[in-house]
């Protein structure tokens, strides 16, 4: 893979433990590694390959913690736009149960293009759902071809409505299915070296759409090979309401008796969470993904990452569905966080700073990851680039670290990705978009109807 030097940016803001801010900074990388960090006269002034980062702000990529690719295909779905999240998902369950292999795959390289040219590097993606020959490797071909290093969780959903459940019978699956098709993923795909660029999760959808039999099964089957665990938890009253209805306990004191707790899970969502089970989830290391837009979107709530902070719960940021939201937008959704924990009437409910942290080292520890997020040696050079002389940042400059969520969320100007330059001057090098894109709308329109 040889050296690579970026130098000259205008301020290179590293999210490393001393939260160095370095004027005139740069790396120097080799082999996809960072190697040194520091202002441009103090690193090497030759390398295969150089990037001029001149009135750039360069930053860590950003870490996507919880998405669903396949959404991209219904985005804006006329009777789902204004539903709660159960009424949302019934509305597109029998949209989704005519999926595609084909669908699959197109879906997750303009969702996964998106969030490349938001600034993310690292995505974890939630496929739940495999109606006619769907499966998780649909999803790790379009993130090879994009270039992105990519968490693939296994999703499951088994408790079909004649059961109690949520979705229709004819898009859950059969629990024996379920387990060896994950194990298959992960022996066939897991990467546990660091630096990897794909691994597999374990991720059982939701507990209003899988049995506790399949919980706990999946949990084992995870522990036995090392993966992280992952499901949505606490989204909303109505799963409040059905949790206690279903099995006599809040949605975390399940969790907790299913042996879903601990620093190998994360949930997603943390929306109702009372001050006893944000202890657990830090006394624990159990890690939430706070996804702003799309809880507002579904009027779900707030969740409260300013107490999760407070008192050591590991969070990060994730856009959600892309049905949810309705867009891929990592920059976007720090923003989002931010303005969220202000709404209430605290403006310092959350900082610029603590969203970008959430965005970088938030998200890379609650993947489990300690080689991304950060720009320091021996950490993967993943990294992102913003020139500072667009009219959006005109008059934002005393502080260029707050420009980027305090002002309208652009595109990246350059993305490096394990070494690799993936987006150069605001164009996706991996893979041309527009055919994708037009792909992409001929099956959405098919879909849908």
């Not at 082999?31 to 009135?55: K, N, Y």
């Not at 006329?78 to 197109?106: G, R, S």
Request: proline share 5%; net charge negative.
């Amino acid at each position: 893979m040889g050296t690579l030097l970026l130098r000259h940016a205008e301020l290179l803001v590293t999210m490393d433990d001393g939260d160095r801010r370095i004027p005139d900074g740069g790396l120097f990388v080799r082999d996809g590694v960072i190697e040194r960090v520091g202002p441009t006269a103090e690193l090497p002034s030759e390398a295969d390959e150089v990037i001029d980062a001149d009135g750039m702000i360069v930053l860590p990529g950003l870490v996507n913690t919880h998405h669903h690719l396949y959404q991209t295909l219904t985005r804006a779905v006329p009777a789902a736009q204004d539903a709660t999240l159960f009424q949302w998902l019934k509305t597109l369950y029998p949209i989704w149960a005519n999926l595609t292999p084909e669908a699959v795959y197109t879906s997750a390289l303009v969702g996964l293009a998106e969030l490349v040219l938001s600034g993310c590097t690292t995505a974890a993606d939630h496929l739940y759902i495999y109606p006619n020959g769907c499966r998780i490797d649909d999803e790790i071909r379009a993130a090879q071809e994009i270039g992105i290093r990519f968490h693939a969780s296994r999703g499951s959903m088994s408790l079909g409505e004649s059961k109690g459940g949520l979705p229709p019978d004819r898009v859950v699956e059969d629990e024996d299915f379920i387990l060896k098709d994950t194990q298959r993923a992960i022996e066939a795909y897991h990467n546990p070296e660091p630096y990897a660029m794909v691994r597999i999760v374990v991720a059982p959808c939701s507990p209003f759409s899988v049995t506790p039999d399949l919980m706990r099964e999946a949990a084992t089957l995870a522990r036995s090979y090392g993966v992280h665990l992952h499901t949505h938890l606490a989204e909303t009253l109505d799963e409040e309401r059905f949790c206690l209805e279903k099995f006599g306990c809040r949605p975390v004191e399940y969790a907790e008796d299913l042996g879903w707790v601990g620093d190998d899970v994360w949930y997603a969502h943390g929306v109702y969470i009372n001050d006893q089970e944000i202890d657990l989830l830090a006394r624990t290391g159990t890690g939430v993904c706070h996804c702003p837009s799309s809880n507002m979107r579904l009027a779900s709530g707030i969740a409260p990452v300013r107490a999760y902070l407070d008192r050591g719960v590991r969070v990060g940021l994730g856009v959600d569905g892309s049905a949810s939201n309705d867009s891929s937008h990592m920059l976007a959704e720090a923003r989002m966080a931010l303005l969220l924990q202000r709404v209430s009437g605290n403006p310092a409910g959350l900082s610029a700073r603590e969203a970008l942290w959430l965005a970088t080292r938030g998200g890379a520890a609650v993947l489990g990851r300690d080689d991304i997020g950060q720009l320091a040696p021996g950490k993967a050079a993943d990294f992102i680039g913003f020139r500072l002389d667009r009219v959006d940042y005109a008059g934002a400059l005393h502080d260029p670290m707050a420009a980027l969520v305090f002002c309208t969320p652009q595109r990246v100007d350059l993305s490096v990705i394990n070494g690799r330059v993936v987006v150069e001057e605001g164009h996706l090098l991996t893979v041309d978009l527009g055919p994708v894109v037009e792909r992409h709308n001929r099956i959405a329109r098919e879909l849908v109807g």
